[in-house]
């Protein structure tokens, strides 16, 4: 298996530097490429970086360990199915889930496993540490399951959903915010999993919620953006796209930005509900979720012959870059000192300056 694309040159074996931007760049095509990695499958984890190490799941069923300046594998970890959610990272452990049911415990400096727990079901979305606590869903069981990071035991489990529960849960002080597959999204306490209360949407909520300022965002399959009261999940607005939202939202600055499948990027009043700007990125954008730093904003798109990652102005939403992979950019990027990793179907994993 390729692991990472090279050319030789006078004898020495240097990283390609072939631009994998689109025409449409206003730089005048300059390659943003730093690496990319192959793997057997699609990509649709979020990698996690810490201590110049890249840690990125694939639907091939393994979870990778990369070097983040050259992209070259440390070591990998098979699970029995596809990795489709992404690693959480702890002290000394990493966590994640897979299509064959287990959420595992991994040594993130050797890639050993240190404990597995068996969900009864598939596992696609992503651990929430929080407290030596991990909050994780269930696909196929529907249940939501609090286990200790350190062993894996359950400490408690909440079986309310009426359908698979694949959204990241967010933890604030002491309540876990989760959507279901059954439409609606579920305040859990923290410590002993009793519903606090729920909201019912039109569709799946696959979404993560984005809290501020006592307020819930949060999508769903109706193709509604939510805002709802953090106490008691009353409504406070809602803000209609032409297709599902599975994006999860961001706010910064006095600003929701928000992903739709009708290919839109979206800046929304937080107080009203009221669009402040939209972008079509010619595609569709699924469980991509807007990255910001002081003046960009970063989505991943695809689907309707425009697959890539695009770089707007956070203010305006004027396109300043867009980077093709060929393969739609299915989840978010990840920016550390000013370099974007993601994934994308076209099943490598990338690094790109941001």
């Keep these: 298996m390729e692991r990472r694309e090279i050319l030789a040159g006078s004898g020495t074996l240097l990283f390609a530097t072939v631009s994998g931007c689109h025409g449409r760049l206003p730089t005048g095509g300059d390659s943003r490429l730093k690496w990319r990695v192959e793997t057997g499958d699609i990509v649709t984890s979020i990698p996690a970086v810490e201590d110049e190490i890249v840690y990125c799941g694939s639907r091939d069923g393994n979870m990778y360990a990369l070097e983040a300046d050259t992209g070259e594998e440390r070591w990998r970890f098979s699970a029995d199915d596809s990795i489709a959610g992404s690693a959480t990272l702890g002290p000394r452990l990493l966590f994640f889930g897979s299509w064959d049911g287990h959420v595992y415990a991994v040594e993130k400096e050797s890639g050993e496993e240190a404990w597995r727990f068996d969900t009864q079901g598939y596992v696609g979305g992503t651990p929430?540490?929080?407290?030596?606590?991990?909050?994780?869903?269930?696909?196929?069981?529907?249940?939501?399951?609090?286990?200790?990071?350190?062993?894996?035991?359950?400490?408690?489990?909440?079986?309310?959903?009426?359908?698979?529960?694949?959204?990241?849960?967010?933890?604030?002080?002491?309540?876990?915010?989760?959507?279901?597959?059954?439409?609606?999204?579920?305040a859990l306490h923290a410590e002993r999993g009793e519903e606090l209360w729920n909201h019912p949407t039109g569709g799946y909520i696959n979404a993560e919620v984005a809290i501020s300022n006592g307020t819930v965002y949060v999508g769903s399959y109706d193709s509604h953006l939510y805002a709802l009261d953090r106490q008691d999940g009353a409504e406070r607005w809602t803000f209609e796209t032409d297709d599902r939202v599975q994006s999860s939202p961001t706010v910064v600055d006095g600003t929701v930005y928000v992903g739709s499948a009708d290919g839109n990027v979206y800046a929304i009043d937080p107080e009203t509900g009221t669009e402040e700007w939209a972008f079509d990125t010619g595609g569709s954008i699924f469980n991509s979720s807007p990255v910001t730093d002081s003046s960009r904003l970063y989505i991943g798109a695809g689907g309707r012959g425009f697959a890539g990652l695009y770089a707007l102005d956070s203010d305006t939403g004027e396109e300043e870059w867009w980077f093709d992979t060929g393969g739609t950019v299915h989840d978010s990027a990840t920016l550390v000192d000013e370099t974007l990793y993601f994934g994308s179907n076209d099943s490598r994993i990338y690094s790109i300056a941001a």
């Design 128 to 186: 929430t540490l929080e407290d030596e606590t991990l909050y994780i869903g269930g696909g196929g069981s529907r249940d939501v399951y609090a286990l200790d990071a350190q062993t894996g035991e359950p400490r408690w489990t909440f079986d309310g959903a009426a359908d698979s529960v694949l959204s990241t849960a967010v933890v604030v002080d002491t309540t876990v915010y989760i959507g279901s597959n059954d439409g609606r999204l579920y």
